[in-house]
């Protein structure tokens, strides 16, 4: 079956740097996504991996490893506004699921 | 450009009771997907549609339908409420279907309509 963990909540100091893990298990693997989710909005895309290695986008950073079925996103700077839900989502070939795995997410909380 | 858009915003049903969720696509995408979304959980897939065809369906029950018109708009419809049924609503839409899409291409969510059932 398809598989994705990543912790449930997290907590981090506004300018400091936090890691967010994500593992999963699936198959005909095509991409792994990082979107953002504000409480009662729509998840907003923030990365993207297909290849091992490191994405870097401003703030924000994402890794995969593919043998490992690992990814990372990586925050620099926090700020307030960073205070919502990650989701990690896999996309994957023929799945009957709709083809974008999501895990659960990962609530992040930046205080002062 | 407009984004995604979807109506209403809210709504609350009682047990029993039929609703309809409306979604509009970005202009120029031609698939759409359905997510349900329960507090404190990732999205799970209910539907996805292309050139009006279903394409794919998730572990949802038969109370859940949906159809896509020739605009490409979308319809979610869901029967026989239950109280487990209350959560937000996501339609998400791309050029073609996820299954498809190549390199960071994605979908693209919409703001989701709150479904309370009491």
């Known amino acids: 079956g398809q598989n994705i963990d990543q912790p449930t909540e997290m907590t981090a100091t506004e300018g400091a740097i936090v890691q967010i893990n994500c593992t999963y298990q699936?198959?005909?693997?095509?991409?792994l996504f990082w979107y953002q989710q504000h409480a009662g909005e729509a998840p907003t895309f923030l990365s993207y991996?297909?290849?091992?290695g490191l994405e870097e986008k401003g703030r924000f950073s994402s890794f995969l490893s593919r043998s490992k079925g690992y990814s990372y996103l990586l925050l620099k700077e926090l700020q307030m506004k960073d205070s919502a839900s990650y989701l990690c989502?896999?996309?994957?070939?023929?799945?009957?699921?709709?083809?974008?795995?999501f895990g659960k997410g990962t609530k992040l909380s930046v205080k002062p | 450009d407009a984004g995604v858009t979807q109506s209403p915003t809210h709504l609350i049903k009682t047990r029993g009771q039929h609703v309809t969720l409306r979604c509009s696509p970005i202009?120029?995408?031609?698939?759409v997907s359905w997510y349900q979304q329960v507090l404190g959980q990732g999205p799970q897939f209910i539907f996805q549609?292309?050139?009006?065809?279903?394409?794919g369906r998730g572990n949802f029950p038969d109370r859940f339908s949906a159809r896509q018109f020739p605009n490409y708009s979308s319809e979610l419809n869901v029967n026989a409420l239950l109280l487990g049924d209350s959560a937000l609503y996501l339609c998400?839409?791309?050029?073609?279907?996820?299954?498809?899409?190549?390199?960071?291409?994605?979908?693209?969510f919409g703001p989701g309509t709150r479904l309370t059932v009491l």
């Open positions: 998400a839409s791309s050029l073609v279907p996820v299954g498809i899409l190549q390199g960071s291409d994605t979908q693209y």
């Open positions: 699936t198959s005909g693997f095509n991409g």
């Open positions: 991996n297909v290849l091992d």
């Open positions: 989502a896999v996309r994957v070939y023929g799945g009957s699921q709709g083809n974008l795995i």
């Open positions: 202009s120029g995408h031609k698939s």
């Open positions: 549609y292309y050139e009006k065809e279903e394409r």
